[in-house]
């Protein structure tokens, strides 16, 4: 976020897909380091080890909107 003008406080949406559910309270922690408080985004997080049997990785994707003045 930051090579691109950025930041965590820019955020709109997340979708963070864990490898295992169980690894929510894990993610809940270092998410709650990670954002700035007053800038948690729209959050949506779901398992994908029914779509990967043989993937273990966690993901995140995000939507930014550009700082006053950025244009895209």
């Given at each position: 976020?930051?090579?691109?003008?950025?930041?965590?406080?820019?955020?709109?949406?997340?979708?963070?897909?864990?490898?295992?559910m169980?690894?929510?309270?894990?993610?809940?922690?270092?998410?709650?380091?990670?954002?700035?408080?007053?800038?948690?985004?729209?959050?949506?997080?779901?398992?994908?080890?029914?779509?990967?049997?043989?993937?273990?990785?966690?993901?995140?994707?995000?939507?930014?909107?550009?700082?006053?003045?950025?244009?895209?």
């Amino acid at each position: 976020m930051k090579e691109a003008g950025s930041s965590c406080e820019h955020l709109l949406q997340v979708t963070i897909w864990l490898a295992d559910m169980a690894d929510f309270e894990a993610m809940n922690e270092v998410w709650d380091a990670w954002v700035p408080e007053g800038h948690s985004p729209a959050r949506a997080c779901g398992e994908k080890s029914w779509l990967f049997r043989d993937c273990w990785s966690n993901s995140l994707s995000a939507l930014l909107k550009p700082k006053t003045g950025q244009k895209l």
